[in-house]
């Protein structure tokens, strides 16, 4: 019984690790995947072909070293290839910041497509070694991957006049080298070769994976050329910057990582099918409603629609891989996230098509058309595969106890095991938790907002305090504008803004738990 109580904390100590280390790497991934066309012009001097092809070299060594990846993760110790993947990705973020001219630019995007290929088929398929006594594994890495990304992208951008995009693209390395670490003193795995593995081999979990496959690639697709779409209508049609961009995009990307754990519980309740049909409506009624947007807002607000569908859909996806899989989630997911990048590819060359050959309207509803198919499309093609519609519900939490007994009451636990075999289910569930939650939750927001308040007191009486401008002077040039200083001036000033974002997000997200802790028994 101790060997087993053992074995599942070390395997919850893999996941947390694991999860620390996606949201390191995802952040820097998606920012340099935002701000590399931008670079790729301004700093390297490329051209706008030559801008396309390091976007697509990038790309191409991702998709082939994905399912080769895949067979590395089924094969060996899965954190290392995780881990080695990072470091991969930590040297591509370092050759762009060291890059002249074209040719460095394109052998770092050749690394950091193989270095993707080996971290994410890696990571998931760690999670994934959970997902029988965890239903929630993967939603909980959607989330912190969401997270990642959004805190990411405030802090580059609104950095990024003060640090550059060398600077930049080194804070990105370093994050990455800092998860390579992480997963590096990752505990060992139990081991996931099975039986008969190898004879199955990539051939063999492609043709069974197929109708998954092929949906997977036709809604993303369609999913990636409404976003390039949208991106390029907030560029040349609204003419936005960067920034402006961004913040557009941020909603969303906060939307997705609040929400992913708690829409896994419609996915219990409801079932796998009927919320794969509602998230591919919901994207659907998104981008047909982009047709008529009048403005920014607007389209930062139906963007959190967007958000919460990839919220619910991407989890399902990872977690029917896993299932239909056995033994070789390495393999799966190597060929399940070729498929969407392959999807990806088609749907950028595709929006390009759409938004010079057809009108802004067209695009949008063909886009929508296509993504309303995966309603019919993807739940039929999870039921062919033959995995359950409903996943258990995730494990009640335990309490965690405090630090200065954990010893003690691991003893103590241990010998009421020994001596009573059969314990009463209270017993070995250890006393209640306190009802504190909710005071020490008030409290650290009270704690938070204090400091909050000085530190913009303090910029306030220097001309650096972002909130002040935004509150009063012109609020959509405050907020899509660019920093109106330069130097520490502007590093103070970006850092005033990143904090209110990150300020208000904290607001919410403890407010909400208070009120739920409220609610709780």
Known sequence: MTEAVAGADRARRRERRTLLAAALTNGPTELIDFVLPLWAGAAAGLGATGVGLLVAVEMAFSVVARPLAGVLADRRERRHVAAAGAALYAASCAGYALAGGAAPAYAAAAVGGVGGALLWVSVRAIIGERL???????????????????????????????????????????????????????????????????????????????????????????????SLLLLLHLQRGFHLEVVQIALVFLPGAIAMSVASEHLHEYVVRFGRSRVLVWASVASGLFAACLAWAPNPYVIAGLWVLSGLAWAAVIPVHQAVITEATPGQVGRGMGVYESASLVG????????????????????????????????????????RLGVPDVPPPPPAAEPEPAPERTAERTAERTAERTAEPTPEPAADAGPPPAPLPRRVLVRNLVGHAAVFIAAQVALALFGLSWLRDLLTEDTRSVLFGDTPHEGLAAFAYGAGRFWTIAFLVDLGWTGWKITTAGREP
């Not at 992208?153 to 995009?165: Q, R």
């Not at 800092?178 to 081999?201: M, S």
């Open 132 to 226: 029988a006594e965890d239903s929630a594994v993967f939603p909980r890495l959607q989330a912190v991957q969401e997270t990642g990304a959004w805190v990411a992208f405030v802090a580059g951008l609104s950095l990024l006049g003060f640090i550059g995009y060398s600077g930049l693209f080194w804070a990105c390395a370093a994050a990455c080298a800092v998860a390579a670490g992480v997963l590096l003193r990752t505990p060992r795995g139990r081991g996931h070769a099975a039986e008969g593995v190898e004879a199955a081999g990539l051939g063999a979990v492609g043709r069974k994976l197929r109708p998954l496959l092929l949906a997977v690639a036709l809604t993303m697709a369609a999913e990636t050329a409404v």
């Open 344 to 383: 990806a590819f088609a749907g950028s060359l595709a929006s390009g098509v759409l938004y010079d050959g057809v009108n802004w309207t067209a695009a949008c509803l063909t886009a929508a058309g296509v993504i309303l198919a995966g309603a019919v499309l993807v739940p039929r093609a999870v039921r």
